[in-house]
């Protein structure tokens, strides 16, 4: 519930931003690329001179506000979860993987022993190919996009974390492998998949991240 709810009050919040952004447009302002914490102050600038622009712009930018305070509260009750769970704090050992992906994966997954192995993860999440067959016709698709949306998510952005590291370590070696022979969405993609099967691995054996080759073969 915390988790589905924080993420609820960030797509107001984006959709919010969106919207303002849209309006100033049509009245020839731009906002531009500002970040979360400089954009109110921003709208506040194009609307200076025009006062009845503000009147209408001023609810929206009051409950942004709101929302972003909502946001902090639940973001800190977050943290304190994690710093408190054992294998939260062992998950996030994974290169890519912070404080919402821990908790994610830790909710979603629940009790890891109802996977057979650590590889059925994936495909319980809808990171494997799809597979399409009709007569004679046996065709392999995009990912399936079955299970959790917001676990899927979740994996992708720690996976795009990963590789724009420039940290180098043999995972990410064997993602940018891929990357040169079938392009980088490919890769994000096999990244996330075996993302989701290190972390159940980590959770099941008690342990940690292995940062090198030799350590993970052993």
């Known amino acids: 519930m915390l988790l589905t709810h924080r993420k609820l009050l960030q797509s107001k919040t984006i959709a919010i931003e969106n919207d303002l952004r849209g309006t100033l447009r049509n009245f020839g302002l731009k906002v531009g690329m500002v970040g979360k914490v400089k954009f109110e102050t921003r709208i506040k600038e194009l609307i200076e001179s025009v006062p009845d622009l503000a009147v209408l712009v001023e609810p929206l930018l009051i409950v942004r506000r709101v929302l972003r305070e909502q946001i902090g509260i639940l973001h800190r009750r977050l943290l304190a979860i994690v710093r408190d769970d054992d294998v939260c704090r062992r998950l996030m050992t994974t290169p890519g993987v912070g404080p919402v992906v821990a908790l994610t994966y830790r909710a979603t997954v629940d009790v890891p022993a109802r996977f057979r192995n650590s590889k059925a993860v994936g495909a319980v999440f809808g990171l494997t190919p799809s597979q399409h067959q009709s007569g004679e016709i046996d065709r392999i698709g995009s990912i399936s996009k079955c299970g959790d949306a917001m676990m ?7 996976a795009q974390a990963m590789l724009m590291r420039s940290a180098k370590w043999w995972l ?22 075996r993302l989701a099967v290190i972390m159940h691995r980590i959770w099941v054996d008690g342990t940690e991240f292995r940062w090198t080759r030799e350590v993970a073969a052993a």
């Open 152 to 158: 899927r998510t979740m994996l992708f952005e720690a």
């Open 172 to 193: 990410k070696a064997w993602a940018m492998k891929i990357a040169r022979h079938r392009g980088m969405k490919k890769a994000i993609v096999a990244l996330a998949r």
